[in-house]
């Protein structure tokens, strides 16, 4: 009886004691060792006593990583007490003044900060991104959710940094395009793109602004009356097409937080257009009835304004009727010989007797190495090519370079392989809006660096680089040096002996040095090292051997894909079975994630080529079970 009446004391005491008071921000931050920068600088611009209010806040907090990956010197120049205003303008652009979980969070959504700027949420593939002021400066969400009593914190890998100080502390080359960068960084405004240099507007929207600037899309300009858009582009047309390009520009900045529904706001061209607000949308009227555009993606900062991308045109008024003779184009052949960097080009035509089949009807499309391009060419390769006993050799790499069919920039796609007359194929890569060209020469890769250029048979793209179809390569040059195969040249790096012994352990290196082609994540010395002890050990032990061939195989991918070939998000299927995933962050950085909680490596050297292959170099095992001691007991069962 005394026992219980004890027991039933000691719970009504239990049950009277105060639940466990959570942390607030700053003491949970101060309990997380990769934190300590943070709090430092917390507390040396004066944040404490804010974020240990009542709030509720959500942090967006640095780890210790993401403060040392600045810049050298800046996170020493924060920190000193002249320049706490600054600090301050930092930190305050990780916090927002409102309670949001991962939960809470969507894509696309921009989020007001104390500090008064939008940071962006993007979420691909279950992972969370923050994007800052910058195009560069994307932060990733490596543990979300982290309660306090006064607000939640999301641990990322990246220190944000707001739009006026980016040149400051990052440097110019991370301050964000202008307005015409900008665009040209953007495939589906290259019929804008066109426009403006048509109107002569490239340097007013390469000014200091600001402006807003309602961007229409290809698919706006298309649906134009035919002819129209080609009507507009001549030079006698010169002035309406200025008209109808101002009239989507605005003096100032508007964000599509700062538009009012039925706002009316004076473009540059002197009329008005009206904003139209719906809890889904916005939308901006012209003059005419019936120009009605959406915005489809808002907010697109630049360094001299912001642009909105819509899907119709505006007008200002009626189309009058419009000037349709237009001088004639040049042929493929004329075209190239108007352009300086491209004479060895047509002394290469010339000399291949391919200008007749250049100046026909087509229509081509032409990627025109320039002058710089074929001089990249070992010593004495252009003039043997330019002899008539190579005149075959010549016309195989020339037909390489050409296209049937009109492709311009807006219609080329990532990852598409085109034919060529030669009868090889090319594959296009586009990356932030700048389009590459590969060959089939391994490190065959030509930039496009200036594209569009009309003729009145097709059209030329101009790059940077010679392209070789794959038969032609081995008769120009002598042989370069093989690459190794993918186990000789892990062999020949020093950090990769664990990962070489596994092989052999495994039975791997045969297949390894096989045709492939493959791609591996290849862990270091010290990413064996980090697994534990015990893990090491039995890994390498012969009853272990089919664990240790599906975890390398984890590492395994088949097809070779190079850094520039992995998307963000993008689930990549290893030889084991499963998947891994590419993370993109800013700044170039590359990261693989497993399917172990917190099993991301960082790739610390991509691109290192092999003969059947690619290498990336990347600082963690990655695991394709849950919990890889689990798999070892069930086998050391069956022992």
Same mark, same amino acid.
């Given at each position: 009886?005394?026992?219980? %009446? ?5 719970a009504?005491?239990?049950?009277? $004691?105060?639940a ?14 990769? %934190? ?6 917390v ?9 240990? &209010? ?18 050298? &010197?800046? $996170? ?17 652009? *990780? ?11 969507k ?22 991104? =923050? ?9 990733r ?9 006064? &607000? ?15 040149? #400051? ?6 301050a ?27 340097d007013?929207?390469?000014g ?16 134009l ?37 039925? &706002? ?45 991308? =819509? ?6 008024k ?29 002394s ?23 002058n ?7 010593t ?5 090519l330019?002899?008539?006993?190579n ?9 390489? *370079? ?15 392989r ?46 940077n #680089? ?9 008769k ?36 390894l ?10 862990p ?6 980090a ?13 272990y ?7 390398l ?45 917190h ?41």
């Amino acid at each position: 009886m005394f026992k219980l %009446l004890a027991t039933i004391a000691l719970a009504a005491c239990a049950s009277a $004691l105060p639940a466990p008071q959570a942390p607030n921000l700053v003491e949970l931050a101060a309990s997380v060792p990769d %934190l300590s920068t943070l709090v430092a600088a917390v507390k040396a611009g004066g944040l404490v006593d804010t974020l240990e &209010g009542p709030g509720p806040f959500t942090v967006f907090a640095p780890t210790n990583e993401a403060f040392a990956a600045l810049p050298d &010197g800046v $996170l020493k120049k924060l920190l000193e007490p002249e320049n706490k205003p600054m600090l301050d303008k930092v930190l305050t652009y *990780h916090v927002v003044a409102a309670e949001a979980k991962s939960t809470d969070l969507k894509n696309d959504e921009k989020i007001k900060t104390v500090e008064g700027e939008n940071v962006t949420v993007n979420i691909i593939g279950g992972h969370v991104l =923050i994007h800052g002021a910058a195009m560069k400066n994307v932060a990733r969400v490596t543990s979300a959710d982290n309660m306090a009593s006064n &607000g939640v914190a999301h641990i990322i890998d990246e220190v944000l940094i707001p739009a006026s100080l980016i040149t #400051e502390l990052l440097g110019a080359e991370y301050a964000n395009p202008n307005i015409i960068e900008l665009a040209l960084s953007v495939p589906t405004l290259s019929t804008l793109v066109t426009a403006i240099k048509a109107a002569g507007l490239v340097d007013a929207l390469s000014g200091p602004g600001p402006f807003t600037v309602f961007a229409p899309t290809n698919e706006a300009f298309k649906v134009l009356p035919a002819g129209v858009l080609e009507a507009l582009l001549q030079p006698g047309n010169k002035g309406l097409l200025t008209e109808i390009l101002t009239y989507h520009v605005l003096s100032g900045l508007a964000k599509s937080s700062d538009l009012k529904n039925q &706002g009316k706001y004076k473009t540059i061209e002197g009329t008005n257009i009206t904003s139209i607000i719906t809890p889904q949308h916005v939308y901006i009227e012209g003059n005419v009835r019936g120009d009605f555009a959406q915005v489809t993606s808002a907010d697109n900062m630049a360094s001299n304004g912001i642009v909105h991308i =819509i899907n119709e045109i505006l007008l200002p008024k009626a189309l009058p009727a419009l000037t349709t003779s237009a001088p004639t184009l040049p042929n493929i052949v004329m075209l190239a010989e108007s352009v300086p960097d491209l004479s060895v080009l047509v002394s290469a035509l010339k000399a291949a007797n391919v200008v007749d089949g250049l100046e026909g009807p087509g229509p081509f499309t032409v990627f025109a190495p320039t002058n710089e391009a074929f001089g990249k060419l070992p010593t004495g390769v252009l003039d043997k090519l330019l002899l008539p006993g190579n005149k075959d050799l010549l016309q195989e790499i020339l037909a390489y *370079h050409v296209v049937e069919g009109e492709n311009r920039a807006a219609d080329l796609r990532n990852n598409q392989r085109i034919k060529t007359i030669e009868g090889g194929v090319v594959t296009v890569y586009i990356n932030s809006g700048h389009v590459s060209i590969r060959g089939n020469v391994t490190g065959d890769l030509a930039n496009v660096t200036s594209a569009d250029n009309f003729a009145s048979n097709g059209v030329v793209h101009i790059i940077n #680089e010679i392209l070789l179809p794959f038969p032609v390569a081995s008769k120009l040059t002598t042989p370069a040096p093989a690459l190794p195969n993918i186990v000789d040249l892990a062999v020949s790096v020093s950090e990769l002996s664990v990962l070489v012994t596994a092989l052999k352990a495994a039975d791997l290196v045969e297949f390894l040095e096989g045709k492939g082609p493959f791609t591996v994540f290849a862990p270091t010395n010290s990413a064996f090292s980090a697994l534990p002890a015990d893990v090491q050990k039995k890994l390498f032990e012969p009853a272990y051997k089919m664990i240790l061939q599906s975890v390398l195989a984890y590492h395994v991918v088949s097809g070779e894909a190079r850094k520039h070939d992995l998307k963000n998000g993008e689930h990549i299927k290893t030889l084991e079975g499963s998947e891994v995933t590419a993370i993109v962050g800013g700044w170039g950085r590359l990261a693989i994630e497993g399917k172990v909680p917190h099993n991301d490596a960082n790739v610390t050297s991509a691109d290192n080529f092999a003969s059947n292959g690619v290498v990336h170099i990347i600082n963690k095992v990655l695991l394709p079970y849950p919990i890889l001691e689990k798999l070892i007991a069930k086998v050391e069962a069956l022992l």
